[in-house]
């Protein structure tokens, strides 16, 4: 089936823009994580939903960082008034998890290129 | 708090011979661990993961890795390596309770010389 896909693969936004990073998990997954990866790094968790609850989000950097799921199955990754440090990739990762645990590996996505001018 | 070490940035390693990708790790109980490979222009794929059980793991592509909770490492290992192999490698580990945070390492980047 179809992996993880993530639009646009590409965003260049002005500084202080708002810019929306969509993810499609793969079908039946019940978790989706999002990720920052800046150049040279490896990734850095941001935020975790369970279907459509948020249940983990300590890793957003600021209050201008929002992710939803509202359905359980796409989500959304929205950054208001963008700043040249939000410039990164944002990967996408679904998991199927049983039991409340993490021990599932993650499927990613290719990630979108956000470039913050 | 859970944290990744990858102590190399970079490792050469010559085609056929083996090769060792250091990892270690802390968190508190008891941890998951994983390996992912990222290939140029490509995503994060899984390569094998350390739940419980047989501290030597097997994964893809000939891959695998020995946890050691004495010296809390998860170092990646493969007998004979090929050109292929070159590649952005990256540990992570989860816990076992408490929530489903995965925390990468930096990464090493693997050159596998012909």
């Known amino acids: 089936g179809a992996g993880v896909s993530q639009s646009p693969r590409y965003k260049v936004a002005k500084r202080g823009q708002d810019v929306a990073l969509r993810c499609d998990p793969i079908?039946?997954?019940?978790?989706l994580f999002w990720y920052q990866q800046a150049l040279g790094q490896g990734p850095e968790f941001l935020t975790y939903f369970q279907n459509e609850a948020q249940l983990d989000k300590s890793g957003l950097p600021s209050d201008r960082f929002f992710a939803e799921r509202p359905e359980g199955s796409v989500s959304t990754l929205k950054i208001q008034r963008t700043q040249q440090e939000d410039s990164a990739v944002y990967l996408c990762?679904?998991?199927?998890?049983?039991?409340?645990?993490?021990?599932?590996?993650?499927?990613f996505g290719p990630g979108t290129r956000l470039t913050v001018l | 708090a859970q944290s990744v070490a990858q102590p190399e940035d970079q490792v050469n390693v010559a085609e056929g011979n083996p090769l060792t990708v250091k990892c270690t790790y802390s968190?508190?109980?008891?941890?998951?661990l994983f390996w992912y490979v990222q290939y140029p222009n490509r995503g994060l794929q899984f390569l094998l993961k350390?739940?419980?059980?047989?501290?030597l793991v097997k994964g893809s592509y000939g891959f695998e890795a020995e946890f050691n909770k004495s010296q809390t490492s998860f170092h990646l290992k493969k007998p004979s390596a090929l050109v292929s192999d070159s590649a952005l490698y990256f540990c992570?580990?989860?816990?076992?309770?408490?929530?489903?945070?995965?925390?990468f390492g930096a990464g090493t980047r693997l050159f596998v010389k012909a």
């Open positions: 992570a580990v989860s816990r076992s309770t408490g929530g489903f945070k995965t925390i």
């Open positions: 968190v508190s109980g008891n941890p998951y």
């Open positions: 350390y739940i419980t059980g047989d501290n």
């Open positions: 079908s039946g997954h019940v978790s």
């Open positions: 990762a679904s998991s199927a998890t049983w039991g409340g645990s993490s021990y599932n590996e993650q499927f």
